[in-house]
């Protein structure tokens, strides 16, 4: 039999790509794909995380790998409460009172879509919810101070969404979200080679190529790499040869698009903290899609600023979710003007 222990407080980032939860004692206790395999027929649920993607393309019409998240919002509440009902259950185990929980939401979400995270983690077990904000989050766990009344300016590119946002006394002063990121390049990709070399492959593929060789500028020596896939024409197996120029010019888009982006992001900051941004590190990158080789360089060049990669961006969100488990009770006692966090309806 399990042993009982008292309650415990986690973070969790709810992202499109990746749920992740932070805990005290482990840090980043639960990395797992948000993706759920449901049986159409019966509703019956049959695997969750990487054992879902494992499915994903290789599944009998039956079943449906879906992702309940989507762009950083609940596409499917019934089946993400399912799903953080399994997580939340995984990390906290066997314990006396459930977690007290602090979630980061994407900028510009409606009241409603916060109601929809809230109830979806009081479903799946949690004793309180408090909400952050992904910018603020982000910049928390890439180890920057958002207290003091100087601007930074995060931006963080995920799987589904770009959150871009310049951060002072613990809050958002200017933010701005598109739903091009991670997955932009991915589709891109698709588009490219289906068009260019008529072959057809799935998102799998396309997210080795990109990990593998894909670049918004040139790289030092030009890689390349094989592709296997579907004929486009005659649906035989075919493979084709493609290089990193090749994926720099299929990425040009989805890049230039998140590049915008900041420039509209920074050109909406009052000129006080936008100047703090010359003298007070520049943009910090956080998300998995800010790994993308040339990334950092390439808004570097097109806003004249210090750009800098976060250490393990992808966990930067989780991590801020953690450390800001901290202010739960001082926001409850005192804090609630200067406290980064939300309680929904409080
Ligand atoms: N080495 C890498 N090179 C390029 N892209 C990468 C790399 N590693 C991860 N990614 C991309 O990072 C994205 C996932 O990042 P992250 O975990 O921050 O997203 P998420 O938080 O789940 O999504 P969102 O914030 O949009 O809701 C995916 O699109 C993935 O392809
Ligand atoms: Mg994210």
Same mark, same amino acid.
């Not at 101070?145 to 003091?148: H, L, M, V």
């Not at 091009?180 to 997955?183: D, L, S």
């Not at 998995?288 to 040339?294: Q, T």
């Given at each position: 039999m399990k042993k009982l222990t008292i309650g415990m407080d986690v973070g969790i980032d709810l992202g499109s790509d990746t749920v992740k939860i932070y805990t005290?004692?482990?840090?980043?206790?639960l990395m797992e794909p948000t993706m759920v395999a449901v049986d159409r027929d019966t509703d019956e649920i049959l695997a969750f995380g990487s054992d879902a993607r494992q499915m994903l393309g290789r599944t009998p019409e039956r079943i449906a790998v879906i992702s309940p998240v989507q762009h950083g919002r609940i596409h499917n509440f019934s089946l993400t409460e399912t799903m953080l009902t399994a997580y939340v259950r995984e990390v906290c185990?066997?314990?006396?009172f459930m977690p007290r929980v602090v979630v980061c939401v994407p900028s510009g979400v409606s009241e409603v879509e916060k109601r929809e995270v809230v109830e979806s983690l009081r479903a799946a077990g949690a004793r309180k919810v408090c909400l952050i904000e992904t910018v603020v989050a982000a910049a928390l766990g890439a180890g920057l101070?958002?207290?003091?009344p100087c601007g930074c300016m995060v931006c963080d590119i995920g799987a589904g969404t770009t959150d871009i946002g310049v951060i002072s006394i613990n809050g958002t002063a200017v933010s701005h979200w598109i739903n %091009?990121?991670?997955?932009s390049f991915n589709e891109a990709l698709i588009e490219f080679i289906a068009s260019r070399h008529d072959l057809v492959i799935g998102p799998q593929t396309a997210e080795l190529i990109k990990r593998e060789i894909g670049c918004v500028i040139p790289r030092e020596a030009v890689l390349t790499v094989t592709v296997k896939g579907r004929h486009f024409r005659t649906g035989m197996p075919h493979m084709i040869r493609i290089n990193s120029e090749d994926i720099m010019e299929a990425f040009e888009e989805p890049a230039v698009r998140i590049c915008r982006a900041v420039q509209h992001t920074l050109e909406e900051t009052p000129p006080a903290l936008a100047g703090d941004l010359l003298t007070n590190g520049g943009i910090t990158l956080t998300g998995?899609?800010?790994?993308? %080789?040339?990334m950092d360089r390439l808004i570097a060049e097109r806003t004249k600023l210090n750009v800098n990669l976060a250490q393990d961006p992808e966990i930067c969100v989780a991590l801020g979710t953690g450390k800001a488990i901290q202010f739960i009770d001082t926001r409850d006692k005192f804090e609630k003007e200067t406290s980064p966090l939300d309680v929904f309806g409080a």
């Open positions: 005290h004692d482990r840090q980043i206790s185990g066997n314990r006396i101070d958002i207290s003091r %091009y990121a991670g997955n998995g899609g800010a790994k993308i %080789y040339g």
